[in-house]
């Protein structure tokens, strides 16, 4: 469909970018909006980035997270301030752009919704996601099947979102009304890499037609998403596939909590144990040790090593504080700091030990005390006053 990424498009070819975007924690109006601005800032980025791109995709939870949050108060409306700003940002960057929301749906479980908006800021296609990941998911099924438009360069695409690609059914349909390529954004986690590969593939091979798939990555501290675009052609080989940078993907795999612990000692114990056990692992240890090895010769490289490691892990800790500062359960301090001292508080030892080959200091038992003792001065340090007792 087009030469050299994209570069050099043929006269009637449709250059799509599907973005990646990192998992949001969204709760209140004000993050809803905040992530709202961040889209609009990639839609811009995008268009800065590649003149000759048709079409930005935005994948499944890219406004909302994954947190499956059914709050009347955080759900979209076509007619609301989000869908109004990525309106906006089509017409100011002349892009088309594909977005998701979580719909209002009054009296009924929301709406999963995707929306293709032209370069005029004209909603061209509307679709609600037919079958919700059950039981996990909590959004009502789709009532309005599979609407097929004209795109941009006068191709002929579909969309679909996440678990309706698992289902042959649904690429057959956008084939049989015409659909040139099928778009399939999604917020899939490691574990359904394989058959998200497979079914992007058999999609595309089964019905002749172009498949444009991406999916969410990063972690919001409890979800982790896997990342990946990939654009199939028609006869089943993909064409362009790319993955969350190494180190990312090394990071997400790996940094996980449960984040339903109780108090904040045992959330705080919990998150240490998961920090550490991802910083000694022997394929992090190793990418470490390359990176400051080549870090000076190919700085953009160290760059971006650290960009999405060692900051990817203090912002998914910052972002923890901030919920905790919100509940009154910390003080207030920059979030990103107090992240930023009790990770390498942390760190210590235990890593340099294992990057000079003298692993003594790592052992189980030290790692517990290091933890124990780093959450017991954190807390003392940062956790919010108690307001004395008024005596009777």
Known sequence: MNGLGGLNKSPEGVVIGLVQLQLPVVVTRADLARQTERIVYMVGKARRNLGTMDLVVFPEYALHGLSMDTNPAIMC??????????????????????????????????????????????????????????????WEPGDIGIPVIEGPKSCKLALIICHDGMFPEMARECAYKGADIMLRTAGYTAPVRHAWSITNQA????????????????????????????????????????????????????????????SLEAQLTEIGHSFLAMVLSPPILEFHRLMVSIGRKFPETGRLFFETGPVSAYSTVATWIAKQQKDG??????????AVLFLDMLIGEHQLSWLTGAPRAARRDKIDETVRIAVKVFLRGCAAPVEPRQSK
């Open 329 to 338: 359960r910390i003080g207030e301090e920059d979030p990103y700091r107090l």
């Open 77 to 138: 409306s076509l007619d609301g301030p989000e869908v109004a700003a990525f309106k906006q940002a089509c017409v100011d960057n002349k892009i088309w752009g594909c977005f998701s929301i979580m719909e209002q749906n009054d009296g009924a479980y929301p709406f999963n919704s995707g929306l293709i908006i032209d370069d005029t800021g004209a909603i061209k296609l509307y679709y609600r996601k037919m079958h919700p990941w059950v039981p996990v998911e909590p």
């Open 203 to 262: 999609n595309a091979f089964c019905n002749l037609m172009y498949t444009a798939n991406v999916c969410m990555c990063g972690t919001d501290g409890t979800f982790n998403s896997m990342g990946e675009g990939m654009i199939v052609g028609f006869d089943g080989t993909p064409t362009k596939r790319n993955s969350m940078s190494l180190a990312n993907l090394l990071w997400v795999r790996n940094f996980f909590w449960d984040g339903r612990a109780g």
